[in-house]
């Protein structure tokens, strides 16, 4: 009976690389180098964010909309037609809106709320290249308390003294006024709690107002259940302020958006089509 022979493990010579640098999750990402290719990632992008906002189960119902700016034409923007549910969205199914309301590509219908809030965000905040709103259920929850969100714990600090509260609810907003008003409360923050309704980010990609969502809607959870538990203790404000310092920009959420959407591309490709 011959010998069982087990094979030699594979040797593999480290090799340093010639030039050690560092490379944090905060650089910036490299540019496009076209419009084109702007557009495209803008596209994919979005298109990614929906399917993942399904994944955290922020699709209640007609309701909830995330807007990209179109990088050449930069009063338009790239929105979610109406009635297709957020797992199942394509880059082709994606809407291009103009400021006044009108579908320039794409078959719709339009969401009349999507375009009365982000048309107005959109023109208020040249820097904001997303918007991302939706329905979701910490989110609602915590509106209802009419108040900002404390800083009870590292990750909250991403807000801490960066969103807002829009106190005036008057039912779905279907003008741009409104949507005018909900910008004004927004001011140059991240995000904004509009009472009794849910909760909004803005930022300047798509990979930070979908992250920043995620992490928003996290915060509400996490406030929620520890003042049912009893009674948080807040971080001290300088304390607080340094790790928004450290945690609050748009390279964190970059990285960590990056890390859901290589998930997303791998198991449903079509997302691309």
Not at 212 to 226: F, K, V
Request: hydrophobic share 45%; glycine share 8%; proline share 6%.
């Amino acid at each position: 009976m011959s010998a069982v022979l087990t094979p030699t493990p594979a040797i593999h010579t480290l090799v340093p690389n010639a030039q050690p640098r560092r490379k944090d999750w905060f650089d910036a990402p490299a540019a496009r180098p076209t419009v084109e290719a702007e557009r495209r990632h803008r596209q994919e992008t979005l298109a990614v964010a929906f399917r993942l906002f399904a994944q955290q189960g922020f699709n209640y119902g007609l309701a909830g909309h995330i807007t990209a700016r179109d990088p050449e034409w930069t009063d338009h923007f790239w929105v979610n037609p109406l009635g297709v549910h957020f797992s199942q969205i394509k880059v082709s199914d994606l809407l291009l809106v103009n400021a006044a309301g009108e579908i320039v590509v794409g078959q719709g219908p339009l969401n009349r709320a999507a375009f009365a809030i982000h048309a107005a965000l959109h023109e208020t905040r040249p820097d904001i290249v997303a918007a991302a709103h939706t329905h979701s259920t910490y989110g609602k929850a915590w509106s209802s308390l009419g108040r900002k969100l404390d800083a009870l714990t590292q990750d909250s600090c991403i807000f801490y003294e960066d969103h807002a509260l829009f106190d005036d609810f008057t039912g779905v907003v279907l003008e741009t006024d409104e949507g005018f008003r909900i910008g004004e409360a927004l001011g140059a923050q991240k995000a904004v709690i509009l009472q009794n309704h849910g909760i909004l980010t803005a930022g300047p990609s798509v990979e930070a107002a979908a992250w920043w969502y995620i992490a928003l809607e996290n915060a509400c959870q996490a406030q929620l259940l520890a003042e049912a538990a009893g009674t948080p203790k807040p971080i001290p404000h300088e304390i607080a302020l340094r790790t928004h310092a450290q945690i609050g920009g748009p390279g964190g959420a970059q990285f960590a958006f990056k890390s859901l959407f290589d998930i997303i591309v791998r198991d449903q490709p079509e997302v691309l089509q």
